[in-house]
């Protein structure tokens, strides 16, 4: 039995005195358009013999109600061999189920109310029945559905043609698929989305590069980087980033590589970059301190050099990405104390003031403006065989801002980063920069980590 409410959302076992409900919303045309069909003729026995069936395994039959009105039909199924097949599914170890749903009230369509309903089912199975993976199979034209199914995790990984009947034809149809442990990076939808996108591209070959909390980088047949962010209405951030990659290419005067755009798409949902790989071995401090006082040398002088050349640019073209750096921290400090501040302790609280009252009385934001990288830290520095700087990747946080950012990670003490040292030496070789305004800069930088980390 399952009895599962969250908010204004009740999840029940069908009953019997249930198949009323069914009958009265299987008869709507409304409904059966995108469930069962409009030639489907249901009658009150044909109901409960459809909705009593046993299956081969397990399958769970509910009822969905909303602020208490039943409103909708679910049935969530443990997949067997058949199911397997049908699906073009590959078995294996992992505990697959399936689900099927419709909102049978259509005043209760597009409220939500069904990524909710499939977000609470994900929460059972993973708890109740331990399950890896959750699929299902819309019809391809279903885009709502479709739509609904994304916001709640599902992602597309195949292509079903012909798969269902449904009105007297053969109905193309869309395999979706969630996974607790790898959803974000889940191989094989991004090898679909990736095919299905740029008709040219077949994928080989795909590894995991990294992943942050909403984007994925791919290497794909060992020659293309691919960097895709899920985030609903946030896609701007790559359309900004490819940009700056394509005046960074045409205006820079150097052999240091940065990334050249080959693959861009960019909708409210997914955006996508992709690029040819750039070689090279990543900056370490390990890497650093086996080289030469001489080959040290040079490497500084290669990121000095480069750092000058992009800051001086003109970068009227490209006027309108400009990141306020203060802007942003004050308004991370602002949320956390409308949101959060009732939770805090006063050392907690005590920190926040402090830090606003820093950011309020320093004048190092009035400085310099240029094109920064912005997050110029080692892991984005590629060397060459003889250990000079031959790329710099990852302008994800690029823009018109303060001179003194890019010097942050450079001046940073840390196990990642080489040293204070490290990035005073650079400074001087850049040269016509306050350094103690620099460093104070990486000091306001490193005060408001943990204000971003919360």
Same mark, same amino acid.
């Given at each position: 039995?399952?009895?599962?409410?969250?908010?204004d959302?009740?999840?029940?076992?069908?009953?019997?005195?249930? $198949?009323?409900?069914?009958?009265?919303?299987?008869?709507?045309?409304?409904?059966?358009?995108?469930?069962?069909?409009?030639?489907?003729?249901?009658?009150?026995?044909?109901?409960?013999?459809?909705?009593?069936?046993?299956w081969e @395994?397990?399958?769970?039959?509910?009822?969905i109600?909303?602020q208490?009105?039943?409103?909708?039909y679910?049935?969530? #199924?443990?997949?067997? =061999?058949?199911?397997? +097949?049908?699906?073009? #599914?590959?078995k294996?170890?992992?505990?697959v189920y399936?689900?099927?749903?419709?909102?049978?009230?259509?005043?209760?369509?597009?409220k939500?109310?069904? %990524?909710? $309903?499939?977000k609470?089912?994900?929460?059972?199975?993973?708890?109740?029945?331990?399950?890896?993976?959750?699929?299902?199979d819309?019809?391809?034209?279903?885009?709502?559905?479709?739509?609904?199914?994304q916001?709640?995790?599902?992602?597309?990984?195949?292509?079903?043609?012909?798969?269902?009947?449904?009105?007297?034809?053969k109905? @193309?149809?869309?395999?979706?698929?969630?996974?607790?442990?790898?959803?974000?990076? =889940?191989?094989?939808a991004?090898?679909?989305?990736?095919?299905?996108?740029?008709?040219?591209?077949?994928?080989?070959?795909? /590894? !995991?590069?990294r992943?942050? =909390?909403?984007?994925? &980088?791919?290497?794909?047949?060992?020659?293309?980087?691919?960097?895709?962010?899920?985030?609903?209405?946030?896609?701007?951030?790559? +359309?900004? +980033?490819?940009?700056? #990659?394509?005046?960074?290419?045409?205006?820079?005067?150097?052999?240091?590589?940065?990334?050249?755009?080959?693959?861009?798409?960019?909708?409210?949902? !997914?955006?996508?970059?992709?690029?040819?790989?750039?070689?090279?071995?990543?900056?370490?401090p390990?890497?650093? #301190?086996?080289?030469?006082?001489?080959?040290?040398?040079?490497?500084?002088?290669?990121? &000095? =050099?480069?750092?000058?050349?992009?800051?001086n640019?003109d970068?009227?073209?490209?006027k309108?990405?400009?990141? @306020?750096n203060?802007q942003?921290m004050l308004?991370?400090?602002?949320?956390?104390?409308?949101?959060? $501040?009732?939770?805090?302790?006063?050392?907690?609280?005590?920190y926040?003031?402090?830090?606003?009252?820093?950011?309020?009385?320093? %004048?190092?934001?009035?400085?310099?403006?240029c094109?920064?990288?912005?997050?110029?830290?080692c892991?984005?520095?590629?060397?060459?065989?003889?250990?000079?700087?031959?790329? !710099?990747?990852?302008?994800?946080?690029?823009?018109?801002?303060?001179?003194?950012?890019?010097?942050?990670?450079?001046?940073?003490?840390? /196990?990642? +980063?080489?040293?204070?040292?490290?990035? !005073?030496?650079?400074?001087?070789?850049?040269?016509?920069?306050?350094?103690?305004? &620099?460093k104070?800069?990486?000091?306001?930088?490193?005060?408001?980590?943990?204000?971003?980390s919360?």
């Amino acid at each position: 039995m399952i009895d599962i409410t969250k908010d204004d959302i009740k999840i029940r076992t069908l009953i019997e005195s249930d $198949y009323k409900l069914l009958y009265k919303w299987l008869i709507d045309e409304r409904v059966l358009e995108f469930y069962e069909g409009r030639d489907k003729k249901y009658t009150k026995e044909k109901i409960v013999e459809h909705f009593s069936e046993e299956w081969e @395994d397990e399958v769970i039959r509910v009822i969905i109600e909303y602020q208490g009105k039943p409103i909708g039909y679910g049935q969530i #199924y443990k997949m067997y =061999n058949e199911l397997y +097949e049908d699906y073009h #599914y590959p078995k294996s170890s992992e505990v697959v189920y399936g689900m099927d749903q419709f909102i049978g009230e259509p005043e209760y369509w597009s409220k939500g109310i069904g %990524t909710k $309903y499939t977000k609470m089912v994900f929460d059972f199975l993973r708890k109740e029945k331990g399950a890896d993976a959750v699929i299902l199979d819309p019809h391809q034209n279903n885009l709502r559905a479709i739509k609904s199914y994304q916001k709640a995790g599902f992602r597309i990984i195949g292509y079903l043609p012909k798969h269902e009947l449904h009105e007297g034809k053969k109905v @193309d149809c869309y395999l979706m698929e969630y996974r607790y442990e790898d959803n974000l990076i =889940n191989i094989k939808a991004t090898k679909y989305l990736l095919e299905h996108t740029f008709s040219n591209l077949i994928v080989k070959t795909i /590894e !995991v590069l990294r992943s942050g =909390n909403d984007s994925v &980088a791919y290497l794909i047949n060992d020659e293309l980087v691919f960097k895709i962010k899920f985030s609903f209405g946030k896609s701007e951030i790559y +359309e900004r +980033e490819k940009t700056i #990659y394509d005046f960074l290419n045409k205006s820079l005067d150097t052999n240091i590589k940065i990334p050249s755009v080959e693959y861009s798409y960019s909708t409210e949902d !997914v955006a996508i970059l992709g690029y040819k790989k750039i070689e090279g071995k990543f900056l370490t401090p390990k890497i650093y #301190y086996s080289l030469t006082c001489d080959e040290q040398q040079l490497l500084k002088l290669d990121i &000095a =050099n480069f750092l000058r050349q992009m800051h001086n640019l003109d970068y009227s073209e490209i006027k309108k990405y400009v990141i @306020d750096n203060k802007q942003k921290m004050l308004e991370s400090c602002n949320l956390l104390k409308d949101k959060l $501040y009732d939770d805090f302790t006063n050392v907690e609280r005590e920190y926040i003031e402090s830090f606003i009252k820093i950011l309020s009385s320093t %004048t190092i934001f009035k400085d310099k403006k240029c094109l920064c990288h912005n997050d110029f830290s080692c892991n984005h520095l590629l060397l060459d065989k003889n250990n000079r700087l031959c790329g !710099v990747i990852d302008f994800g946080d690029s823009g018109i801002t303060d001179e003194y950012s890019d010097f942050v990670y450079l001046l940073e003490d840390s /196990e990642k +980063e080489i040293g204070t040292f490290f990035g !005073v030496d650079i400074v001087n070789l850049y040269g016509n920069i306050d350094i103690e305004k &620099a460093k104070e800069y990486q000091d306001i930088i490193e005060k408001y980590y943990p204000i971003r980390s919360v």
